[in-house]
């Protein structure tokens, strides 16, 4: 069973430009997941799946450089659509997207959520926070009976995709079209894992956090 993993990025990134190489605590944003990938033993092959080559400074020598084309760059282009030009150019039975976006992903998630796909009982993993509270939508209450208020630890738990990886055999995406399969296996992070890296603020806030986990030692 050969397992990958690639990590899409572009140096062109419109919200927050370059992004994805600010200093982050004295190093790119990227280096932080690279060096997170790079530390799981179970993946074969670990691509960085980019069209600017001078991305390479930054890697790990355990890392691939895999050129895309620079279509892929475009503002509009979707997730799928990445993960379609990597599939068609690498073949693996088991696929490992993650995002640079989230520089506090934890190699040991990573690992748990590879091993659950390996294992054969799921087709695919992704990480996800848990909202336990009282959530609306549409203008209603979406988990609970608002005549009948449950207790905040009472009510049925919701999960939120954090995108910082999603993990899925081949067929999933050649038969299905996805990145998430029929039987997926969800992967709890805690709010520290799911920080997306977007904006300006997002990237501020994340100052904060590094140094939040730097003196307490995670």
């Known amino acids: 069973m050969k397992v990958v993993s690639f990590i899409p990025i572009k140096l062109n990134n419109q919200r927050l430009p370059g992004k994805n190489l600010l200093p982050l605590n004295g190093q790119p944003i ?4 690279f060096e997170t990938i ?3 033993e179970t993946i074969d092959e670990k691509y960085v799946y980019c ?4 991305i390479q400074e930054y890697m790990p020598e355990g890392l691939i450089f ?3 084309d620079v279509s892929l760059d475009g503002f509009l282009v979707k997730g799928l659509e990445i993960i379609k030009g990597f599939v068609e150019e690498i073949d693996a039975d088991i696929y490992v997207l993650a995002h640079v976006t989230q520089p506090f992903t934890k190699a040991d998630s990573v690992r748990a959520a590879l091993d659950k796909v ?3 009982e799921y087709d695919s993993a992704f990480s996800a926070i848990v909202l336990q509270d009282y959530l609306w939508m549409d203008g209603k209450p979406l988990n609970y009976d608002i005549k009948n208020i449950p207790r905040s630890q009472d009510l049925s738990p919701i999960y939120m995709e954090t995108g910082a990886f999603f993990i899925f055999r081949k067929e999933v995406y050649t038969k299905l079209g996805q990145r998430i399969g ?5 992967h709890v992070v805690d709010q520290f894992e799911a920080v997306d ?6 990237f501020e806030f994340a100052k904060v ?7 307490n030692n995670h």
Not at 209 to 215: A, Q, R, S
Request: net charge neutral.
């Open 38 to 40: 790079d530390a799981v």
């Open 197 to 202: 890296i977007d904006t300006a603020k997002d």
């Open 51 to 54: 069209s600017d080559e001078s």
């Open 118 to 120: 390996i294992s054969g």
């Open 182 to 186: 029929k039987k997926p296996y969800i």
């Open 66 to 68: 895999l050129k895309r």
């Open 209 to 215: 956090v590094v140094n939040f986990l730097n003196d």
């Open 30 to 33: 990227c280096k932080y997941l």
